[in-house]
């Protein structure tokens, strides 16, 4: 009969009521631990995350050692997922692939044959093509766990038992690195060097409980030994200061800016081209290749020619200067801005504390749970070798009873139908000697096998008492673990080729950042144009032909002039503040351009007075309308942003009416009462902002031109016919006086415009 699936017949639906909120919330808290205790989060003992932790325990199982023959990737993928994993098959092969890959992993654990995809970010074959065996450093990480070394637990089926984490004789979670983002929390933790980790390890183990600092290398004494920083296995060459670094494996958060290793190649007659020979860790070369091609066509790369990538085994990326003459470093300075050829690889040292709590953990707090975990390793195969020591010497000691009995052990064994109660009543032996006294073979009997029991008993008693002494003494155990740590220090040397360091350190060099916003920008000529209503536009080309521009109704030229795409335009406005435009940003000539106040952040009391381009070796003279003004050094005034610069302080109804450059040695000053006064320009104070000192004293109106001249050369003005005046110096005499006064009435012959322009 089979199970009735008919709902019993008392006409109840059987529905339970369950509050959503907490349904929800223990299913998500539920689902969020999984995620973080057994996929994304490595164990801090072993820096293996579950799934690498089961593809290593799966090849031993399998019998696939370093020396042994190659096999096929698909059977273990197979296993994996049949008896310890039970995820996707493609998702242990990804995990598998990324284990054998040279420029993923600083040291592989599976050493890959067969296409195991490249740098170029091409994917591996498919698993049925290639082959895996274990490298060193898996059979480091599985050394013991024969040895009672590690806990196990059963599978996720319960038909076979997994280690809960790995013996670790290598430190693989600093040497090879982690990332994995769980359910609120993520780990990202760059490869480092394991020569430079058995020094610290070794360090921490003389001093325990030494701070970070002291597990650093220190630059002015290489001798001391210690983490200089991370070696990533792509090389590459890391801009981060040692201050810096110190505080990211301080606190087990921050960040490593790594740059691009690159050399100049002389192709003679002063040519060169710059050869990229490493790139940064996890950047793919094809994707960064094509990203720098997409910037040269979309011309953000003025100082590059050509790419070209020449890589075969090794990387050699080919860039090609527009000319001889460009800087090599600015040119990098600029890829290394815009491009991946400099990453930040970020510092999250978030890791499973003695296999189960999550926490963010410090340099100094990661090697000292490995080295605990090394010792309690040792102890535990230590305590392991003891007892198969104390089992021999029991069936030993059974042995030698029986060699010295020979004939009668002979006569029970032949005489009595149940030889073994007999013996264990004859000479008081355990079962076990007796066992092994019955499971003797003839051969055995020889005279010289009694000698060899004896010796075997002297040396197992001997190891024994050593065993003892080991487990009995804290310092001896600590000494065992140095000396394990010392063997993969050899091993794993810096001068061996897997060893050898491959992160480079170096300082950015501090190239002018003007020089690089420049490289930038592709150098073209245009010509900025600013309508009376604050309408702006730049056309191509220099245009010195202003009357063909069209306007809006209503509108007119405020101001144009020539300019080019790299330049800065500064633009002044009666408020007294300073905007600062790129070149290279303005809006283009079709049309009737952009109001400037979509553009920057003007106030709509204020007008545009006059807009240039900037030079920051010059001077300028603001005056306002009342007849204050001031001197300030043009590089004073740049402001990077849309809210842009106040510089003169003005109330209204007094407004900033004049901006002028400084030349020569002495100012006039014009007032709307066509009153004029010359002075030194000594008289005129220099400061960065505020409302000035006062030029010229009115009783009504204001200020109406101000020029500055050498009095050597004498005061020129142009009236509006167009001719030319000049006053000497000594024609100069009566209107020579100091700032702030009145002036006298202008010479004959200056124009009615009140200008010294006609």
Request: proline share 5%.
């Amino acid at each position: 009969m089979g199970t009735n699936l008919i709902p019993p017949g008392d006409g109840g639906d059987h529905i339970q009521p369950v509050d959503l909120k907490a349904a929800l919330e223990e299913r998500y808290l539920a689902y969020a631990l999984s995620t973080i205790m057994h996929r994304a989060l490595p164990d801090v003992r072993d820096g293996l995350k579950p799934v690498h932790r089961r593809i290593i325990h799966a090849m031993s199982e399998m019998g696939i050692r370093p020396n042994s023959a190659f096999k096929k990737c698909a059977r273990i993928v197979g296993d994996v997922i049949g008896k310890f994993h039970p995820h996707g098959d493609q998702s242990v092969y990804d995990a598998l692939v990324r284990l054998a890959q040279d420029f993923s992993q600083r040291y592989p654990i599976v050493d890959g044959q067969g296409n195991f995809g490249n740098i170029d970010g091409d994917s591996a074959a498919a698993y049925r093509y290639t082959e895996a065996r274990m490298t060193d450093v898996a059979a480091l990480l599985l050394e013991g766990i024969d040895q009672d070394a590690v806990d196990f637990r059963p599978t996720y089926n319960e038909e076979d038992d997994e280690p809960v984490v790995m013996p670790g004789a290598f430190p693989n979670l600093l040497a090879n690195g982690s990332s994995g983002i769980a359910v609120g929390m993520a780990t990202s933790i760059p490869p480092h060097n394991a020569h430079e980790l058995c020094d610290a390890a070794l360090y921490l183990i003389k001093n325990p409980g030494a701070p970070v600092e002291e597990l650093l290398a220190d630059p002015a004494n290489p001798q001391k030994g210690g983490i200089e920083g991370p070696d990533f296995p792509t090389g590459g060459i890391i801009v981060e200061s040692r201050e810096s670094m110190l505080e990211t494996y301080r606190t087990g958060r921050g960040g490593f800016r790594v740059r691009a290793k690159w050399e100049i190649e002389d192709l003679g007659r002063g040519g060169y081209q710059i050869i990229i020979t490493q790139i940064p860790f996890q950047v793919q070369k094809s994707r960064l290749i094509e990203k720098i091609a997409e910037l040269l066509i979309a011309r953000r790369l003025p100082l590059l020619e050509d790419i070209r990538d020449e890589s075969a085994e090794d990387v050699r990326v080919v860039l090609v200067p527009k000319s001889r003459t460009v800087d090599p470093t600015i040119l990098m300075e600029s890829l290394f801005k815009l491009t991946e050829l400099e990453s930040r690889i970020p510092l999250n040292m978030n890791v499973l504390s003695m296999g189960k709590v999550p926490r963010v953990m410090a340099l100094n707090e990661v090697l000292t749970e490995w080295l605990a975990h090394r010792k309690d390793v040792l102890v535990r195969r230590s305590s392991f070798r003891l007892a198969a020591i104390d089992r021999r010497l029991e069936i030993l000691g059974g042995l030698l009873i029986a060699y010295l009995n020979l004939d009668e052990v002979i006569r029970i064994i032949r005489e009595e139908d149940e030889p073994k109660p007999v013996m264990v009543a004859k000479w008081d032996l355990t079962d076990i000697q007796v066992e092994a006294i019955l499971n003797m073979r003839l051969r055995n009997l020889r005279k010289l096998e009694e000698f060899e029991i004896r010796k075997e008993h002297e040396a197992l008693s001997a190891e024994k008492a050593e065993i003892e002494a080991l487990l009995a003494s804290d310092e001896k155990l600590w000494q065992t673990v140095a000396w394990e740590i010392g063997e993969v220090k050899k091993k794993y040397a810096k001068a061996t080729e897997l060893g050898r360091r491959r992160t480079l350190f170096a300082n950015a060099p501090t190239a002018d950042i003007e020089a690089i916003q420049q490289a930038m920008i592709e150098k073209e000529p245009i010509t900025v144009v600013i309508s009376e209503k604050g309408w702006i536009r730049a056309l191509k080309g220099h245009i010195s032909d202003t009357s063909s521009l069209t306007f809006k109704e209503g509108d007119g030229l405020r101001v144009a002039f020539p300019a080019q795409t790299t330049d800065k335009i500064l633009l002044v406005t009666t408020g007294g503040k300073v905007y600062t435009l790129g070149g290279d940003k303005l809006p283009g000539g079709r049309g009737h351009g952009e109001p400037l106040r979509i553009i920057v952040d003007m106030e709509n009391d204020q007008d545009v007075l006059t807009a240039f381009v900037h030079d920051p070796s010059r001077k300028l003279i603001l005056a306002s309308t009342a007849g204050n003004g001031f001197i300030v050094p043009e590089g004073e005034v740049v402001a990077n942003t849309r809210k842009g610069k106040q510089v003169m302080n003005v109330g209204m109804p007094d407004e900033t009416k004049l901006v002028v450059t400084v030349t020569g040695d002495h100012i006039a000053v014009v007032g709307e009462n066509r009153k004029m006064v010359v002075f030194p320009l000594a008289q005129i104070p220099e400061m960065t902002r505020g409302k000035g000192v006062r030029l010229q004293r009115y009783k009504d109106g204001g200020i109406s031109d101000v020029k500055c001249f050498a009095i050597a050369d004498g005061l020129t003005w142009e009236d509006s016919a167009g001719r030319t005046f000049t006053k000497t110096k000594d024609e100069l005499v009566e209107w020579l006086a100091d700032r702030a006064t009145a002036g006298r009435t202008v010479p004959k012959g200056f124009p009615r415009s009140g200008k010294f322009a006609g």
